[in-house]
């Protein structure tokens, strides 16, 4: 079985400062790790993945993600940023099984300040 | 990448009744779930919508309760059966293509009075 845990319910950042929101995982097969994003009053976007190859994974939007094998964490950073990136962020796994289930960590709702 | 509609988009339904809400891809995938996202919380998975076949449930989740359909390999409907307040939720179905990303309709939410 799988899980995720994202251990910060909300995390308050001032315009133009850095953020880490921070995901870790347990499973006993190995995962494919995602993070999705759910704006307010919409649906889950997909930010960003890492399915193989580099451990550093990247967006269109300035976030990044490391998959850390032996901390079992997927965290996620932007170095600077915006009031536009206010939202509900959702760290989630999904063994390598074929099943394609995805299983979702509680969620970090980023709230950006001017 | 799959682009995903439902409809309706919202609705707010009597206690007792029933709720059909369809979920629509415009590509071919090859698996498509239903999410459920109780307010304030994460998504927790329904179960897995089968081509052709009865869907596969997840624990504490049952047939009678959110009977699914999937007649071809882009549509699929959830209904919500015999509705109670504690059915107030988003509910998000989401498609998979050849790879391991799931895309996600834009969710419908449902309040249940």
């Known amino acids: 079985a799988q899980s995720v845990t994202q251990l910060d319910s909300q995390v308050p950042v001032f315009e133009e400062a850095p953020v880490e929101l921070r995901c870790n995982y347990s499973?006993?097969?190995?995962?494919?790790l995602f993070w999705y994003v759910q704006y307010p009053n919409q649906g889950l976007q997909l930010l960003l993945k890492?399915?193989?190859?580099?451990?550093l994974v990247e967006s269109i939007n300035g976030f990044e993600a490391e998959f850390n094998k032996s901390q079992t964490s997927f965290h996620l950073r932007k170095p600077s940023v915006h009031i536009s990136d206010t939202a509900e962020y959702f760290c989630a796994v999904t063994p390598m099984d074929s099943s394609y289930k995805l299983i979702f960590g509680s969620g970090t709702r980023l709230l950006v300040r001017p | 990448s799959a682009v995903i509609s439902q409809k309706p988009s919202r609705d707010i339904c009597q206690r007792g009744t029933s709720l059909t809400i369809q979920c629509q891809v415009d590509s071919q995938v090859t698996m498509m779930f239903w999410y459920r996202q109780q307010p304030g919380q994460s998504l927790t998975l329904i179960a897995t919508?089968?081509?052709?076949?009865?869907?596969?449930?997840e624990s504490g989740f049952v047939i009678d309760k959110f009977p699914i359909s999937r007649p071809n390999l882009t549509f699929s409907t959830l209904t919500v059966s015999n509705m109670s307040p504690e059915d107030s939720s988003i509910y998000l179905c989401?498609?998979?293509?050849?790879?391991?990303?799931?895309?996600f309709g834009p969710g419908t939410r449902l309040l249940v009075l």
């Open positions: 890492y399915l193989s190859g580099s451990t």
């Open positions: 919508a089968n081509q052709g076949s009865e869907a596969t449930y």
């Open positions: 989401s498609g998979t293509g050849l790879g391991e990303t799931q895309y």
């Open positions: 499973s006993s097969v190995s995962v494919y």
